[in-house]
């Protein structure tokens, strides 16, 4: 029992477990088309939160402008095949190198601002970049967007009759996306963002170039973010302003981070588990009733949730845990010490406390 307890609070083995668990659900779980789309969809926004969940939960600089990461990822990839007759493989892979130049030259403008005035700056500068993406038509399709050809099956081009391979396709860049979240999350560098988000100016008196430090988690959060951007391009095989940038993707994928747990490993994980599947079957099976009714109902859930715990679900299963623990007469600090995830504290990231000097 105490073997199979630490290999479920091991990160490493439940991560293999999870994952050899997703990879078996087309097999016994998934028997139709609309459900395949849903856990396809999942995943996809499941790494474009992980990739939030480095500057925005390990970090505490809350962002919401992810979504000019994942439309850069989209759009690099979509013109790059539409007007150079690029490989789809080589698109994505440029979608990321512009999500992270365009990520270092914003986080030199934004990343003095703390809290709540780099979570509006962000905001600002998504509706801004879907502004521009409707401006230059010639450029960018403006408001019709563009649509990528169907080629059939040809996976050297990213694109496959069977839905199921853009399934496991995005399954491994789920996975890659939470190793590479994990292995942030236990160096030194992870150490140094998890101290600038618990108090950045202690951060700096012990050391920490804070700057420098957040402007790498920015970079690294893009590329993850325009990886999703271009998963989700070629699943989708089409892109506008609207479904690339704006205020509804960049809150959806702050959300989902929110609701699993900002700052835990497992949190985008949980919540795009959750929030995806629930926002498509609302969309579905509400259909027959007023325009926005599905997302009145989504906004209810995701609020109920968030006034339980704050902190998520992930926090709301802790909780729990140590009321158990104290009630046996344990330490509360023992539950947290038998895993290797990291809790976020209390810190939400959203003070006030203006820019750094």
């Known amino acids: 029992m105490t073997r199979l307890r630490k290999v479920l609070t091991s990160t490493g083995w439940l991560g293999l477990i999870v994952a050899v668990l997703v990879a078996s659900l087309p097999y016994w779980f998934i028997q139709t088309q609309f459900l395949l789309s849903v856990c396809t969809v999942a995943l996809i926004f499941m790494t474009a939160s992980i990739g939030w969940n480095i500057i925005s939960g390990f970090g505490g600089q809350?962002?919401?402008?992810?979504?000019?990461?994942?439309?850069?990822?989209?759009y690099?990839?979509?013109?790059?095949?539409?007007?150079?007759?690029?490989?789809?493989w080589v698109g994505v892979l440029?979608?990321?190198?512009?999500?992270?130049?365009?990520?270092?030259?914003?986080?030199?403008?934004?990343?003095?601002?703390?809290?709540?005035?780099?979570?509006?700056?962000?905001?600002?500068?998504t509706l801004t970049f879907a502004i521009l993406a409707t401006h230059f038509q010639s450029f960018t399709g403006g408001a019709v967007g563009v649509t990528l050809p169907i080629l059939g099956n040809d996976p050297a081009q990213f694109s496959f009759d069977n839905k199921l391979g853009y399934y496991y396709i995005a399954l491994i860049f789920a996975a890659a996306s939470f190793i590479v979240a994990?292995?942030?999350?236990?160096?030194?560098?992870?150490?140094?963002?998890?101290?600038?988000?618990?108090?950045?100016?202690?951060?700096?008196?012990?050391?920490?170039?804070?700057?420098?430090?957040?402007?790498?988690?920015?970079?690294?959060?893009?590329v993850v973010t325009g990886l999703a951007g271009g998963i989700y391009l070629?699943?989708?095989?089409?892109?506008?302003?609207?479904s690339a940038f704006g205020a509804n993707l960049a809150t959806q994928i702050a959300v989902i981070a929110f609701v699993g747990g900002s700052g835990y490993l497992w949190g985008p994980v949980i919540g795009a588990a959750i929030l995806v599947p629930l926002q498509q079957?609302?969309?579905?099976?509400?259909?027959?009733?007023?325009?926005?009714?599905n997302l009145v109902v989504y906004a209810v859930?995701?609020?109920?949730?968030?006034?339980?715990?704050?902190?998520?679900?992930?926090?709301?299963?802790?909780r729990f845990s140590s009321r158990k623990r104290?009630?046996?007469?344990?330490?509360p600090d023992a539950e947290s010490s038998a895993t290797d995830d990291t809790s976020p504290g209390s810190d939400n990231g959203l003070t006030t406390s203006g820019v750094d000097r």
């Open 62 to 74: 809350i962002s919401f402008g992810h979504s000019i990461f994942f439309g850069l990822g989209a």
């Open 326 to 331: 104290r009630a046996k007469g344990d330490s």
């Open 301 to 318: 859930v995701v609020l109920a949730i968030l006034w339980f715990e704050p902190r998520g679900l992930l926090a709301l299963r802790r």
């Open 281 to 293: 079957i609302l969309n579905s099976g509400l259909s027959t009733f007023p325009a926005g009714f």
């Open 76 to 88: 690099t990839a979509a013109l790059f095949q539409n007007r150079l007759n690029g490989n789809a």
């Open 94 to 125: 440029l979608g990321m190198v512009v999500a992270a130049v365009v990520a270092v030259l914003l986080g030199l403008l934004t990343l003095r601002l703390r809290g709540i005035f780099f979570a509006l700056a962000t905001f600002a500068l």
């Open 182 to 222: 994990w292995l942030i999350l236990r160096s030194r560098f992870g150490l140094q963002l998890r101290a600038i988000r618990a108090d950045q100016d202690a951060a700096k008196a012990c050391g920490v170039l804070a700057t420098r430090v957040k402007l790498i988690a920015l970079a690294l959060s893009a």
């Open 234 to 242: 070629e699943y989708i095989r089409f892109i506008d302003p609207n």
